[in-house]
Nanobody, 124 residues
């Protein structure tokens, strides 16, 4: 079964930095893209950043210039978050579009997978 494991959340003061990591594991044949979403209570989940299999990156406007997503290897990504603001406070979820085995059966179809989420709190 494919799984995404996140790490690196925590509490930091405004202006500080955190690095989130996401590692994919399981019966994987290819990963088309990996990225991050975030959600605060009472609001919809918001896309934050994506990195494709060829290394192309994209960001939501509010984090451009402050967040950097990078690929560690073909199954692990980091997101460096600098100059954090109070409005960055949220639960951050790793997302990936992965081809592999579902229920033990290999498939060429790609599906969206989600991590459990990691809390980021930016507060003085």
């Amino acid at each position: 079964q494919v799984q995404l494991e996140e790490s690196g959340g925590g509490s930091v003061q405004p202006g500080g930095s955190l690095r989130l990591s996401c590692a994919a594991s399981g019966m994987i044949s290819s990963i088309k893209h990996m990225g991050w979403y975030r959600q605060v209570p009472g609001k919809e989940r918001e896309w934050v950043a994506t990195i494709t299999s060829d290394g192309t990156t994209d960001y939501v406007g509010s984090v451009k210039g402050r967040f950097t997503i990078s690929r560690v290897n073909d199954k692990t990504v980091h997101m460096q978050m600098n100059s954090l603001k109070a409005e960055d406070t949220a639960v951050y979820y790793c997302n990936a579009k992965i081809s592999g085995a579902r229920n033990g059966i290999w498939s060429n179809d790609a599906y969206d997978y989600w991590g459990q989420g990691t809390q980021v709190i930016v507060s003085s």
